[in-house]
Nanobody, 120 residues
Framework: VQLQASGGGLVQAGGSLRLSCAAS????????MGWFRQAPGQKREFVAV????????LYSDSVKGRFTISRDNAKNTVYLQMNNLKPEDTAVYYC??????????????WGQGTLVTVSS
C-alpha cells in the first residue's frame, strides 16, 4: 500500500486543519489506518486510529476532544480533522496502515508526512 498525505500548513492557535491520506495498491479497507506525529527532537507518537469499517476510533489523550479521525473506504482515504489547534500540536504528521493500534511498530506502510505548524 502506498500512502500520500496532504493538508498540512501554518495555522494560528485555535484554528483548524484537515489532513488527508490517500492509499493506493492493496485495498486499504483490509487494514486499520492511523495518524502519528513527530515534533522536532521528539519521538514519533500515536495520535489516532480508525477501524477497518470506520465505526470505531481511538485517540491519544493529548488530542481527544479536538481531533477526529475518519475514513472513506470508497476513496481509500483517511482524514484527520484537527480543531482548536495548539502550538504543541506542531509536528510532522504521518499516516499509516496496518493491523496495529497505538504502537508505530504495528504498522506496515507509512506516508511521507505532512508538516503542521501552529503559531501562538
Amino acid at each position: 500500500v502506498q500512502l500520500q498525505a496532504s493538508g498540512g500548513g501554518l495555522v494560528q492557535a485555535g484554528g483548524s486543519l484537515r489532513l488527508s491520506c490517500a492509499a493506493s495498491g492493496r485495498t486499504s479497507s483490509m487494514y486499520r489506518m492511523g495518524w502519528f506525529r513527530q515534533a522536532p527532537g521528539q519521538k514519533r507518537e500515536f495520535v489516532a486510529v480508525v477501524s477497518r469499517s470506520g465505526s470505531s476510533s481511538l485517540y491519544s489523550d493529548s488530542v481527544k476532544g479536538r481531533f477526529t479521525i475518519s475514513r472513506d473506504n470508497a476513496k481509500n482515504t483517511v482524514y484527520l480533522q484537527m480543531n482548536n489547534l495548539k502550538p504543541e500540536d506542531t509536528a510532522v504528521y504521518y499516516c499509516a496502515v496496518g493491523l496495529g493500534y497505538t504502537s508505530e511498530f504495528e504498522y506496515e506502510n507509512w506516508g511521507q508526512g505532512t508538516l503542521v505548524t501552529v503559531s501562538s
